[in-house]
């Protein structure tokens, strides 16, 4: 009898914690797509953390990142690491960027170091505009 009811007690604490965990799961999920649904441009960066330009990439993705928030979802895939996306998206070149619609159809697509400032215009072009001002 004790065995047995330690046996539906376990039970019932093993589905407690994957219901939790589901949930959760769910909830992140959730936001994930949330955020997708927002953005309006996908950026994809096709690059690597041991290449100069490709590094140089990194502060101007962020600051892109900061001042169009959820406007623009940028990915970053490290090519030397996973050659999957080089092949993907076709690159010859890294650093590469690649601009998704919010319907995942490609739009524009530059090969090596892409200025911010350039980016903005490409950015404006379509429709997206800054969420906050940026001290600089």
Not at 27 to 46: H, P, R, W, Y
């Amino acid at each position: 009898m004790r065995k047995r009811v330690l046996a539906v007690v376990i039970s019932l604490i093993s589905l407690v914690f994957s219901c939790q965990s589901s949930t959760n799961e769910k909830a992140d999920s959730t936001k994930a797509e949330n955020k997708l649904a927002k953005a309006k441009v996908t950026f994809i960066e096709l690059g690597s953390v041991k290449c100069i330009p490709c590094k140089a990439m990194q502060p101007v993705m962020k600051a892109i990142e900061e001042k169009y928030g959820d406007q623009i979802q940028i990915i970053f895939y490290d090519v030397w690491e996973d050659d999957s996306w080089a092949k993907k998206y076709d690159i010859r070149v890294i650093p590469t960027q690649v601009f998704l619609e919010d319907n995942g159809v490609e739009f524009h697509r530059h090969q090596g170091f892409y200025p911010q400032a350039e980016i903005e215009q490409l950015l404006i072009g379509k429709g997206l505009k800054p969420v906050k001002n940026r001290k600089g």
